[in-house]
T-cell receptor, first 112, second 114 residues
Framework: NAGVTQTPKFRILKIGQSMTLQCTQDMNHNYMYWYRQDPGMGLKLIYY???????DKGEVPNGYNVSRSTTEDFPLRLELAAPSQTSVYFC???????????FGAGTRLSVL | RKEVEQDPGPFNVPEGATVAFNCTYS??????FFWYRQDCRKEPKLLMSVYSSGNEDGRFTAQLNRASQYISLLIRDSKLSDSATYLC???????????????FGQGTILTVHP
């Protein structure tokens, strides 16, 4: 069972570069989420989606964009990377609103 | 005040000890409560949901006190494998919508030593 798959696992970016973090799930979940986790901190919600074609901002959306063209995929785009975006990024999905969330293994991003 | 607050620890306990974590939340309209476990450099995974009447899963017991707005996790007979960060998670409505959002505490670090 693949569950939630994130790529890449690690990435180093230079300031001002762009990249897309990929997230795909094979559980047919409608709800998907992107979080970031800074050292010693809890997870903060960046964006979420309640179904294909529907996305909305979370707590810390600035500097990021998302799209949800299919149920399976929920990519996160960083347009102009900044050092403040150095973090671990987790994608998650759930079948029901307020339900148990299943997380991907994370992407560790450093912006230098 | 943070929406969800936990004592970050670390808690260092010997094998076999009983340890308890508390978590407070500020939104009285919060609807669902969970404990997640996160191993070092790994993703969070659900440990257990927390029900109003309290619930137990093996060595783990979770309690909810809505009046005082806190939840707790009790671990009995600690094992080395219990060493991890324990995240308190609370759900409430995302601002301006009817959809739920999860709010995570910063986590409590537990180290169980021989």
């Amino acid at each position: 069972n693949a569950g939630v798959t994130q790529t890449p696992k690690f990435r180093i970016l230079k300031i001002g570069q762009s990249m897309t973090l990929q997230c795909t799930q094979d559980m047919n979940h409608n709800y998907m989420y992107w979080y970031r986790q800074d050292p010693g901190m809890g997870l903060k919600l960046i964006y979420y989606s309640v179904g294909a074609g529907i996305t909305d901002k979370g707590e810390v959306p600035n500097g990021y964009n998302v799209s949800r063209s299919t149920t399976e995929d929920f990519p996160l785009r960083l347009e102009l990377a900044a050092p403040s975006q150095t973090s671990v990024y987790f994608c998650a999905s759930t079948s029901a609103d307020r339900g148990i969330q299943y997380f991907g293994a994370g992407t560790r991003l450093s912006v230098l | 005040r943070k929406e969800v607050e936990q004592d970050p620890g670390p808690f260092n306990v010997p094998e076999g000890a009983t340890v308890a974590f508390n978590c407070t939340y500020s939104n009285s309209a919060s609807q669902s409560f969970f404990w997640y476990r996160q191993d070092c450099r790994k993703e969070p995974k659900l440990l257990m949901s927390v029900y109003s009447s309290g619930n137990e899963d093996g060595r783990f017991t979770a309690q909810l006190n809505r009046a005082s707005q806190y939840i707790s996790l009790l671990i009995r007979d600690s094992k080395l494998s219990d060493s991890a960060t324990y995240l308190c998670v609370v759900t409430s409505n995302a601002g301006g919508t009817s959809y739920g959002k999860l709010t995570f505490g910063q986590g409590t670090i537990l180290t169980v030593h021989p």
